[in-house]
C-alpha cells in the first residue's frame, strides 16, 4: 500500500479489515470502547473516532497517534456490545506500517544506560508492538 | 575402497551451477574447490580451508530440494546437480564495550544486543549452523540473562554469520554470544587458584632450579627423563 | 509426576526473581510443587492480533511441543503476561486446524504440536485444585489487620475467552485475600491497565498510571498492592520514585506479587520485601526471607 493518492483510501479499509478479521461497519458509534479506554488523555483521537476515520477511508486515521498509544489492554473489546475487537484494529494498523519496515522504536537510538533500566518484558513486548 | 572404484570416482564428473551457468568439475571436490576449479577465485571469503576460521559462509540448494542449505564451502563436498554460491561477508556490527567497564548484570546482553528482545523463536538460526549449534537456544538463554549458558551453548561458534544472515528479527547471534564468552572469561568463571599459586611459585623462583637442570641436559638425556616422568593414573 | 509443569517466563528469571521463590516454596508447602520444563523459550509476551500472522505463533508453540515432549497436558504460569499469551495462542491453533498444520510444517525439527496442552495460571489451580480453605488451613502467620488492595490488570481477565474470572467484577484474588485473614480492598483501578510496555518509549505516561492507580488503592484504605504481573509490578512500583520527584506529596505504596503475601502468610521464602510493608506486616525482616 502506497501512501498517496486514492489508491490508498480506498485499499485503507479492505486492508484493516483482512488483517483484523473485523467488519468495522458493525460499529454503531456507542462510543463505549472511549469511555473503557484508560489512556485516551494521550490519544489524539478517540478509540470511537478512530473506527469512524476507518468507515469513512480517511487517511488521517492513519496518522494518529492512537494505534501507538493504545496498550492492547482489551477494555474495549470486552465491552463492546457489538463484538468489534478494536484492539485488532489497532494492531491492524500497526502492522502496515510495520511491514513497510516503518519502526515506531528505533532500538538503534536506546543506549545500554536506558536499556538497563527497563525488564525485558517490556523490551519484548514494545518490539513486537512498534517495530516490524 | 578398490582400485577401481578409485578411479571411477577420479574420472567421475559432476554439474555444478553458479550464478546461471552450468560447469563440470571433478566428483569429491569440497564446494570451494568446485568453484575453483570452476575458474572461481577468492580473493576475500576463505581463510583456513580447514573448517576452523568461518571465512567461507556458502548457501546452496540441491536441484530437488525445496529447502536452502548453508555450509562451510571449504568442508562440503559438492554434489552433482548443486547451485552454489559463496557469500563473501555478513554486514553486522558489534557494539562498542569495555569488558573492564561494563557491569556484567544479568540483563547487559540486552542492554548491548537489545534485538534480542525480537527473537519470535522460529529457529531458523539453528537450521542454518553449519556447526550444529543451538543458536536459538543461546539467544534464548542471553534473553532470560544466563550468560554461563550463552556462552556454553555457543562456545563451537566460529563466527561464519550465517545465523544472522538468516535471522528474521536481524539479531546479530555472534557477536552477542561473543560477548557472552568475553563477560563469562572475564567475571563469571571460576579462578582457578592452584594456578595463580602456581604463577607465584614459577615467579619466586621456586622452580629455577629444576628448570635449570632440564635445560643442561642433552636429547639423549632428556629422552631419558621424559619416559622415566611421573604420570597420572588412567581413571 | 507430583506436581505442576511450571512455564517462568523471561522475567521470573531476572527482574521478577521474587515471583519465582515465593511460589516455589508456597507450592513446595502446599504439596503441589512447580516443576520448571526442559528447554523454554520467550513466549513473546504480547499475543499477535492480525489474522495472517504465523510467525508470531511460533514462540508459544514450540512452548507447548516441549511440555508435549515432557510427557504433560497441563502448563503453569505466573506471569500475567506469558498466560495470556500463551493460552490465546493454543487456542488460536485448536480453533483452526489449517493454521496448526502450517505452523507444524515449518517447525520441522521438531514433534508436531497435538493440540492437547492446558494452560493455566497460578491462581486458578490456588482456586480450583487446592482450594481456598487448604491455603488457609496451610496458614501459620495471619495477616489479620492488613488491607491488601488486588491488582489485577489486563492480561489475567481480557479477553473473556481466557480471563481466568469476570472481566469486570474479578474476585479470585480477593478470595485469596480472605483465606489468609488479611482484609481485601476494592478500589476502581483494580482492572485497569498500567500502560504496559509503553514504559519503553512513554515512561511518563507509565508514571501518570502509577499516581492514578496507586493514589486510588491509597485512597481506599490498602496498605500493600498485589499483582501476578511482572510488567504490572515493574511499572507500578518503580516509577513511585520518579513521581514522588514531581508530586512530593505522592505516598509511596509497596507493590508485591501475590505469592510473596502467601509466602509471608505461610512462613515460607518469599523472596525480598520492601521494607515499609515488613513493618506494616509485624514481622522482622529476614522472617520472611528464608533460606535460598
Redesign the interface.
Known sequence: MARNGLEIIEGLLEKVEELSGQNVFACYQCGMCSAGCPLTDEMDLLPNQVIRGLQLRDWRTMESNAMWICASCFSCQVRCPKGVDLARLMEAMRQIYLRQQLDHVSIDDMTPEQISKLPQIALVASFRKKTG | MGKGNMNEQENAMIRIHVMGKTYQVPAGLTIMDAMEYSGYRFIRGAGCRSGFCGACSTIYRREEDYRLQFALACQEMAEDGMYLVQLPFTPAPRSKYNLEEIDPSENVLLQYYPEIARCVSCNTCTKACPQDIEVMDYVQAALRGDIARTAALSFDCIQCGLCTMRCPADIKHYHMAQMARRIYGRYLSPVPNHLEERLCEIEEGVYDNELGKLMAMNKEELGIAYAARIREEAK | MDGLTYFP???L????KEFEISAMAVMKALGLPLIEFE?W??C???F??????L??Q??TI?NLIRVQENGSEEIVTL?S?CYNTLKRSSLFVNRDKERLEKINA??D?EQAYEGKVEVRHLLEVLRDRIGWDKVEEAMTHSLEGLSVAPYYG?ML????EVGIDD??NPTIMQDLIEALWATPVEFPFQT??C????????RE?IV??THRILSSARRSGADVVITSC??CQ?NLQ?TQSELKETIPTFEEMPVIYFTQLMAVALEVDSGELPSPLLAGLAIEEGVGNGER
Do not use: I, W
Request: net charge neutral; charged share 35%.
Open positions: 517466563g523471561c522475567s528469571k531476572e527482574e521478577a528447554r523459550n520467550c513473546g509476551t504480547v499477535s492480533l492480525t489474522e495472517d500472522d510467525m508470531h511460533l514462540a514450540r506471569c503476561m515449518f517447525m525439527r489486563c481477565l481480557r479477553p473473556r472481566p469486570d485497569e491497565c500502560g504496559s510496555y509503553q514504559v519503553v518509549d512513554r505516561l501518570e498510571r511482572p510488567l515493574y518503580k
